[in-house]
């Protein structure tokens, strides 16, 4: 009985599951019903209509610099679209006149469509790309002759003024392997940044694309816009990025830099703003703009132009290094201002010595570093890796290790710039991998105290060693992009990075830095030749040996000594003494940045500079 | 003997599931040919495409059924679910570590050129070990002990698979409470789950309010459904969830009114005007009822009210947390999909756009459809995912509503046939298996659906049979002939 009764109510259950099941079938075929035959707003037409897409492309951000100057902007240009399946017959010979180009091309493309026409369908494809204004608009009075064909607007880069190539990047169509790299954010056809600031701001600079809707009729033409516009989506054009560059003193480092090989990357110390970053050779922009035909020529230049050398060279920092072994000395209380040191043409240890030029001894700390001597230097590297304080080498070294860092060296120094390199600080592990533990001593490093030996810096470092001495004790990290609306940038650009060496001892360097441009000829200071009067430089040589050819040529310095408003750092390969390139490239720059012009007593060493050619020095690999 | 033997092996096979099954199949071949018809033109047997591993995909498909339908001695799917139960939960596990990520989420593994996800087979494996456990003489889903097993043997892989970020194939299991249902579960899950969907949504698109007003309103229409005197109750209902419906208007003019009069103190009474919602008052007004329930309750033995209580307590914390839910536990892919779904938030280009694609391509299908690969919106790529999850698209479009129909018919048809077969077994194996079949189908085939023509929001699983994958299609074949086997022998007691 309750057997009975327990089943009758499974069968009433299976016919609830049923209902059920009949009840979702209906409200799927309602639901279907609705869309399908009800409302039009899911419905174009019975007759095999369709929607056509039509791509609308943003407008890339602008680029600005520092002083509102257009560094980057943009400018018309047309594609040529064909919908295959809209071709008919017409006059090859004429549209090729009209779009300058010869009838072949054509020939070729057309025969190549109806290969892949099955794969084209009722899509258009684009037959030529970048057309300047003039030849589109001669096309476009006969297009009526030629049915599936059209144009597409596109906007592409424009450069108003040949500055910072380098820096700013070019923008190209995206490739298959870009499209991987980004799923879901780029689509064949779309252009996207690939180097430099272009690269960098790209997510900021590239706006978002739109499309307009049209209904295709049964015979494949354009009828309407689809529901009068109202589902279509209008290109959002990118965010203008404001950059901390001047674009005339990027320019002017560009022409003093003409036939060098090198790089200048000027800072303003109390912002860390990058004023100027040249790497010579660069890249013209005119190249940049058309980067596909170029491409091949640029890889193959020996001199390497796609090359930043200003964030990527690691450089030996040569006799500017002496700063930083200066401050640590006294900050390690091993050295004092007024100690002398003898140097008689060299420094002599064992039977070998370590040369240096001719000049009066003995010398104090002030006069060494405006005279540049090697053996002051030795002396007081010597007294940091001896210190009593530390029980080995290895302790010391350590010590001398932190306080290099806390100048940014050896690590990269986290700019906004894309593929900055950290160049290379030895570790008291190296040498003792190198030599064995306890089996060196200060002599096995002493290229060390003038900048030589195993440290790679890049020129970007040495600008901030420069901006950080005029700062007194601290650097903010060097940056490219400004603060300017929708565009933010991180906070540490506003973040006061110190170094471990007290505050207190930076005047000592800079009274050095200051008699070494300041003394007049004569007077044994090495940077005599970039003295402007009125503008206080305070600067640094260095000639580093260059393992390939003639000594580079290497300056820092910054004006003016009080309340600087520009470090600077010049860095030209096979130049031969600091004096003699850097020197004068580096103070043209600030002399024009500081004042706008160039005074007359200073032109014919601007004239000077802007002949010299150094490329038969550079050998290239 | 022999010809006893061969008529047998012949009536005894249901075919009409079979022949469901193969027109299934080929309707999903020929439209995963269609959907990529025009960007890729080639065989439909050309390996390299999607359409030419689909054959293959089909064809070892029809092996497997065979050797399932004639190899395999139907006994041995009652004595292999645990093992196998076991198994499928460790691949579960292990996909989580060693699968590889696809689309965000970690659910396949790969072995060369071939991918495969464990998922599909958990289903198989779950069905199987229910029908075992739920199948033996002293189960009764009512009592305690088993009701939270069978909990557990569906809860286990759902979990897990939850975990893996698959929501669309944990959700599948929820399915199988109408199994439960069948077997003897109390119809009042399935209004709880029913409810607590229904308070969700009334929470996020209208207020947290409008849900209370309805769960009292429910909670008491279900009281007052025990009483003899069911017209008068309904009235004195009807009139009072007006009057609570106007709460809000109500203390909205009693606030007002304060402020003035109250004169000198008119932050205080302004603060507590403000800061008391009418939500609250409802509330308390309730919940000053609830003790004089409890003795009613108590004073008439009935129980029905204590669940009554204890349900508006349950539904009043979903309602409160759902905001929390929505905001801190959905994904934010998931959350969006629900907002346009809910039509919270229009965005055509965004997360709106698959669906606003799908329903393009079926709407412009009209009555009849544009006809086989004359369809526009899939071929040229406009609806994403349209050889798998968004299939629906290619016969929408294509065929039109009325091809729409005939599928979704077939479908219900197999599904129906499925279940009438599986009430007409005896061993209660069989039954409770067919049961689990239908329901896993019916899910798909509601959730698949659901999602494309706008129902539901997206949650990617594929159409059983149709969608391109050899993972799907052979967990639904290999899940649909373990079926035919099993009525199989059962028909021989006919």
Known sequence: MTGNNENRQRSFKEKKLLIGLITVAAIL????????????????????????????????????????????????????????????????????????????????????????????GYQSVVMLKQLPPEIYMRFAEIQYKFPGFRGQVRSIRDYPINAGGNLLGYVSEVDADYIKRHPDEYKPGDYAGKTGIEAARESELKGENGYHIYLRNSRNQIETRYKNGEMDKEAIPGHDIKT????????????????????????????GEILAMVS????????????????????????????????????????????????????????????????????????????????????????????????????????????????????????????????????????????????????????????????????????????????????????????????????????????????????????????????????????????????????????????????????????????????????????????????????????????????????????????????????PLEERVMQGNLMPNVKTK | MRNQHERDFGQSVDWKLVICYLVLIIIGWVNVYASIHSAEPASIFDLSYRCGKQTLWIITGFILAAVILFAINPGFWQSV??????????????????????????????????????????????????????????????????????????????????????????????????????????????????????????????????????????????????????????????????????????????SEAAVPAAGAVISTAERIAGSIKPVYLLIGIIVLCIPFLIYKAYKNRNSFILASILSFLCGLALIFSTEFIFNDILQEHQRKRIEVLLGMKDDPTGVGYNVNQSMIAIGSGGLTGKGFLNGTQTSYGFVPEQSTDFIFCTIGEEWGFIGCAAVILLYIFMIWEIISDAERSRDPFTRIYGYCVACCIFMHLFINIGMTIGLIPVIGIPLPFLSYGGSSLWSFTVLLFIFIALYREEKKYF
């Open chain 1, 29 to 120: 075929l309602t639901k279907l019903f609705v869309i399908q035959i009800v409302d039009d707003k899911y419905k174009i037409d019975a007759l095999n209509n369709s929607m056509v897409y039509d791509i609308v492309y943003p407008t890339r951000g602008i680029i600005y610099d520092r002083n509102g100057k257009i560094l980057v902007g943009n400018k018309v240009a047309y594609d040529i679209l064909v919908t295959p399946r809209q071709v008919q017959k017409f006059d090859t010979l004429a549209l090729a006149e009209a779009l300058k180009i010869p009838p072949d091309f054509i020939r070729e493309k057309m025969a190549g469509y109806t290969k892949e026409r099955r794969k084209i």
């Open chain 1, 244 to 271: 901390t560059i001047d674009a005339d003193l990027q320019q002017y480092g560009q022409e003093l830099m003409k036939n060098k090989v090198g790089s200048i990357v000027a800072i303003e110390p109390s912002t």
């Open chain 1, 280 to 603: 010579s050779p660069c890249i013209d922009v005119n190249v940049l703009a058309d980067i596909g035909k170029h491409y091949n020529e640029i890889i193959k230049d020996p001199y390497k132009p796609m090359f930043n050398r200003a964030v990527q060279a690691p450089y030996p920092p040569g006799s500017v290094f002496k700063l930083v072994n200066g401050l640590i000395g006294l900050q390690e209380g091993v050295l004092t201002p007024d100690m002398e040191y003898p140097c008689h043409q060299g420094y002599a240890y064992g039977s070998h010595k370590l040369g240096c030029h001719n000049h009066r001894s003995p010398l104090d700390f002030e006069e060494a570093i405006m005279m540049s001597c090697n053996s002051y230097f030795c002396y007081v590297t010597k007294s940091i890796m001896e210190n009593k304080e530390y029980r080995t080498i290895d302790d010391a070294f350590d010590k001398w290790h932190d306080y290099v860092e806390s100048f940014g060296f050896g690590k990269k120094l986290g700019s906004d710039f894309p593929s900055e390199l950290g160049g290379n600080i030895p570790t008291s592990e190296y040498y003792d991998k190198l030599y064995g533990k306890n089996r060196w001593k200060f002599t096995t490093i002493i290229s060390l105290s003038i900048g030589q030996g195993e440290i790679g810096v890049t020129p970007l470092h040495i600008a901030n060693l420069c901006a950080t001495v005029a700062n007194r004790g601290y650097y903010i990290i060097p940056h490219i992009i400004k603060k300017s609306d929708g565009v933010e940038i991180e906070p540490k650009y506003y973040k006061k990075q110190y170094t471990k060496v007290d505050t207190l001892q930076f005047h000592k360097v800079i009274n050095g830095m200051w008699r070494a441009v300041n003394s007049g000829f004569g007077s044994g200071g090495t940077a005599s030749i970039a003295a402007v009067p009125g503008l206080d430089i305070c600067g640094k040589t260095g000639t580093a040996q260059n393992p390939h050819g003639a000594d580079n040529s290497v300056f820092i310095c910054f004006a003016p000594r009080e309340n600087p408003k520009i470090a600077i750092a010049a860095y030209i390969e096979n130049a031969g003494f600091g004096a003699t390139w850097a020197c004068p490239i580096a103070s043209l720059m600030v002399e024009k940045y500081l004042e706008g012009k160039i005074s007359e007593e200073r032109k």
């Open chain 2, 81 to 254: 679910p645990i093992p196998l139960y076991l198994f499928v939960l460790a691949l579960l596990v292990a996909v989580i570590f060693f699968g590889i990520e696809v689309k965000g989420s970690r659910s396949w593994f790969e072995f060369g050129p071939v991918r495969f996800q464990p998922a599909e087979i958990s289903k198989i494996s779950t069905s199987l070990m229910l029908a075992m456990i739920m199948s033996r003489n002293n189960y009764k889903i009512t009592k305690p002990g088993n009701f939270l097993l069978t909990a557990i043997i569906i809860g286990l892989p759902m979990l897990v698979i939850l975990a893996e970020s698959e929501t669309g194939s944990a959700l599948v299991y929820v399915g199988f409470i109408f199994m439960l249902y069948r077997e003897g579960l109390s119809g009042w899950y399935i209004m709880m789950i029913g409810m607590a969907i229904l308070l969700f949504i009334l929470t996020l698109i209208a207020s947290p309010f409008t849900a209370v007003l309805v769960l009292i309103g429910v909670i008491w229409f279900c009281n007052i459904t025990n009483y003899r005197n069911f017209i008068p109750n309904f009235l004195i209902e009807a009139a009072s969830i007006c009057f609570l419906a106007f709460i809000p208007h109500i203390w909205g003019q009693i």
